[in-house]
C-alpha cells in the first residue's frame, strides 16, 4: 500500500506545480482571445452609443470588474493570424517575464480609450481604428500563443 501513495505523493509535488502553470496559460490564453479579439467585428445596439462602450461594457464583465480600464486594444484579425505571430518569439521581455515579439505586419485594430471628463462611476470610450503593428507577449519562445498587447509600433 505505502509504494502506489509513495507514487501519488511523487506525482502531485513534481507535476502539481507544472500542471497549475499549465492551467494558467490555457486562461491567459482564452482570455486573450476572448477581451482582444473581435473578428468579424461586432456592431453594438445603438443604446451603447458606439463601438467601445458595447466592447468595453463586455470587457468589464467578463473581468468581473466595476473597474473602467483606461485603453483597451482590440483587434479584427482571424485567431490564426494573431497566433501565427507568436510561433517565433525569439525576444525575452524582461519587464514582463515573457517572450514577445512584433507583429511583421499590420493588423486592422480599435484603441478603446477612456473620455477624461466623466463622472467616476460612468466609463464612457472614444473609438480609434486603425491598422498598426503591435508587440504581444507570447505563451512560449515556439508555438505559442498570444497571452496579451504590450503595445503598438
Known amino acids: ?27 491567459a490564453i482564452k482570455n486573450f482571445r476572448n477581451l482582444h479579439v473581435d473578428y468579424p467585428k461586432v456592431d453594438y445596439a445603438k ?23 483606461k485603453i483597451h486594444y482590440v483587434l479584427h484579425a ?10 517565433y518569439s525569439e525576444s525575452f521581455c524582461e519587464n514582463y517575464n515573457e517572450y ?3 507583429t511583421q505586419d499590420s493588423i486592422p485594430l480599435t484603441i478603446c480609450s477612456l473620455f477624461k471628463k466623466q463622472p ?3 466609463c464612457r470610450y472614444n ?12 505563451s512560449e519562445k515556439y508555438d505559442g500563443a498570444p497571452i496579451d498587447i504590450i503595445g503598438l509600433y
Not at 47 to 69: A, D, I, K
Not at 78 to 87: D, E, L
Not at 127 to 138: A, E, F, P, V
Request: proline share 8%.
Open 120 to 122: 467616476p462611476t460612468s
Open 1 to 27: 500500500m505505502a509504494p502506489p501513495v509513495a507514487q501519488l505523493l511523487f506525482l502531485q509535488v513534481v507535476l502539481g506545480p507544472a500542471l497549475v502553470e499549465n492551467i494558467r496559460t490555457q486562461f
Open 127 to 138: 473609438s480609434t481604428l486603425t491598422n498598426q503593428r503591435i508587440y504581444l507577449l507570447c
Open 47 to 69: 443604446g451603447f452609443q458606439g463601438y467601445c462602450n458595447g466592447l468595453m461594457s463586455y470587457v468589464r464583465g467578463r473581468q468581473e470588474s466595476w473597474y473602467c480600464p
Open 78 to 87: 482571424p485567431w490564426t493570424v494573431i497566433w501565427n505571430f507568436c510561433k
Open 100 to 102: 514577445c515579439t512584433l
